[in-house]
Nanobody, 121 residues
Framework: QLAESGGGSVQAGGSLRLTCSVS????????LGWFRQAPEKGREAVAI???????FYGDSVKGRFTIGKDSARNTLYLHMNRLKSDDTAMYYC?????????????????WGQGTQVTVSS
């Protein structure tokens, strides 16, 4: 199971840290990631981290967001800085084992319920 927390409302330019509690350490042998979905838009990859801690970022968040994990605490993080109104969305953590299509939401089998992030300008 995956469970997100840490969402909320923040002004543009501010920061938030999202946390995903991961039940089952087998997820850490594959890929863990953050996705987001804004109203009337498709779900998009925000940041992915591999089992060997290699990060991948969506173009719109590069240089502003940082993904990390703590295997000992079974936790995935997303540090979000310099937030913009375009970052407003529901944020989900997800997990998969296979290395193919790691930026494609449809390739992830395991999902959390999501946490809302709202950035006001």
């Amino acid at each position: 199971q995956l469970a997100e927390s840490g969402g909320g409302s923040v002004q543009a330019g501010g920061s938030l840290r999202l946390t995903c509690s991961v039940s089952g350490d087998s997820y850490f042998s594959g890929y863990l990631g953050w996705f987001r979905q804004a109203p009337e838009k498709g779900r998009e990859a925000v940041a992915i981290i591999s089992s060997d801690d290699s990060p991948f970022y969506g173009d719109s968040v590069k240089g502003r967001f940082t993904i990390g994990k703590d295997s000992a605490r079974n936790t995935l993080y997303l540090h979000m800085n310099r937030l913009k109104s375009d970052d407003t969305a529901m944020y989900y953590c997800a997990a998969k084992r296979a290395p193919a299509q790691i930026l494609a939401p449809g390739s992830y089998k395991f999902w959390g319920q999501g946490t809302q992030v709202t950035v006001s300008s």
